[in-house]
C-alpha cells in the first residue's frame, strides 16, 4: 500500500475529531499554567524586590504552594455547566512550568462558559482521610506535595513563606492555611471559548495576599500562622486568596 493510501484513513479520522470548522467535537483538554506575579510584574522566587504600595513593605517570596481541588466550569450567570468531581492539582508556584501547571485531559464538554472555579483546599472528607491511600503521584499524596500535617489530621492548604523589609529591617513571614473553615473557593468570572483543546495562563497575584479584602501589614497584623491562636490572621490571608487569581491568556 503506498504511504499516501495509509495516510487517509488517519485523515479521516482527524477530520471526525476535530471537524470541518477546526472544532474540536468530543472533550477538550484544558491545560492551565499558573503564573506567579506581584501588582502584575514576574516574581522570581528568592531573588525579585516587591514594594508593595500600600503596606511599604518589600517582598521576597520563597514559597507559595498550593492544593487545589474540584475544579468546575461555570455558565454566564454563574453556576456549575461542568464540574470535574475528584479532581485535584498541587501547584508548586517556584518551579517550573510543569510544577505550575493543571491539565484536565478528556473531562471538558467543548463550548462557551462564564468562568471556571476551583477550591483552595481538599474537601472535609479528603482533608480527614487516610493520606496514604492516595496513590504514588497523585496531588493529594503527602510525599508529592509535602503539605500534610500529621499531628493536626488534615492539609496545610496553602504555604506562603518569604521575607518582609521594613524601615527598621528584614524579617521573615511564614502562613500556613489549613483546616476545614478555611478552605475557599475561587470564581474566575470571564467569557471563554472552550470548544477546542485550550492553554489557560492564570495568573497568581502574591500582593493580593497582602492587600486584597483585607489589609495586612506582616509588622503589625502579624508574620507567622499555622491557622490557629493567630488573633484571626489566616482568615484574613484566605479571604485575600480568592482574589488573587485572574485568566491572563487562552490559546
Known amino acids: 500500500m503506498k504511504a499516501s493510501q495509509?495516510?487517509?484513513?488517519?485523515?479521516?479520522?482527524?477530520?471526525?475529531?476535530?471537524?470541518?470548522?477546526?472544532?474540536?467535537?468530543g472533550p477538550v483538554d484544558i491545560s492551565i499554567t499558573f503564573a506567579p506575579v506581584f501588582d502584575g510584574t514576574e516574581v522570581v522566587y528568592e531573588q525579585s524586590l516587591h514594594q508593595s504600595a500600600t503596606t511599604n513593605d518589600a517582598f521576597t517570596f520563597v514559597r507559595s504552594d498550593l492544593i487545589l481541588t474540584?475544579?468546575?466550569?461555570?455558565?454566564?450567570?454563574?453556576?456549575?455547566?461542568?464540574e470535574i468531581g475528584g479532581s485535584a492539582a498541587?501547584?508548586?508556584?517556584?518551579?517550573?512550568?510543569?510544577?505550575?501547571?493543571?491539565?484536565?485531559t478528556d473531562q471538558i464538554d467543548p463550548g462557551h462558559y462564564g468562568g471556571i472555579r476551583f477550591y483552595i483546599g481538599?474537601?472535609?472528607?479528603?482533608?480527614?482521610?487516610?493520606?496514604?491511600?492516595?496513590?504514588?503521584?497523585?496531588?493529594?499524596?503527602?510525599?508529592?506535595?509535602?503539605?500534610?500535617?500529621g499531628w493536626a489530621g488534615g492539609y496545610i492548604f496553602s504555604a506562603l513563606e518569604g521575607t518582609y523589609a521594613t524601615s527598621t529591617g528584614t524579617n521573615p513571614f511564614l502562613y500556613h492555611i489549613g483546616f476545614?473553615?478555611?478552605?475557599?473557593?475561587?470564581?474566575?468570572?470571564?467569557?471563554?471559548?472552550?470548544?477546542?483543546?485550550?492553554?489557560?495562563?492564570?495568573?497568581f497575584d502574591l500582593a493580593n495576599i497582602f492587600d486584597g479584602t483585607h489589609l495586612i501589614e506582616p509588622a503589625i497584623t502579624g508574620d507567622f500562622t499555622h491557622s490557629t491562636f493567630d488573633n484571626g490572621l489566616a482568615s484574613k490571608v484566605r479571604d485575600n486568596l480568592m482574589g488573587a487569581f485572574s485568566i491572563k491568556d487562552i490559546y
Not at 6 to 25: E, M, N, T
Not at 90 to 104: C, E, F, I, K, P
Open 122 to 149: 481538599p474537601d472535609t472528607s479528603a482533608n480527614h482521610g487516610d493520606p496514604s491511600l492516595w496513590p504514588a503521584g497523585h496531588p493529594l499524596n503527602p510525599t508529592v506535595n509535602g503539605l500534610h500535617w
Open 6 to 25: 495509509k495516510f487517509l484513513p488517519l485523515l479521516s479520522l482527524a477530520i471526525l475529531l476535530v471537524g470541518c470548522d477546526g472544532l474540536k467535537k
Open 90 to 104: 498541587y501547584v508548586h508556584m517556584a518551579g517550573d512550568l510543569s510544577d505550575r501547571n493543571w491539565t484536565l
Open 180 to 203: 476545614d473553615s478555611n478552605r475557599v473557593r475561587v470564581d474566575i468570572l470571564q467569557d471563554i471559548d472552550f470548544r477546542r483543546d485550550r492553554n489557560v495562563t492564570v495568573d
Open 70 to 82: 474540584d475544579f468546575s466550569l461555570l455558565d454566564e450567570s454563574g453556576e456549575v455547566a461542568n
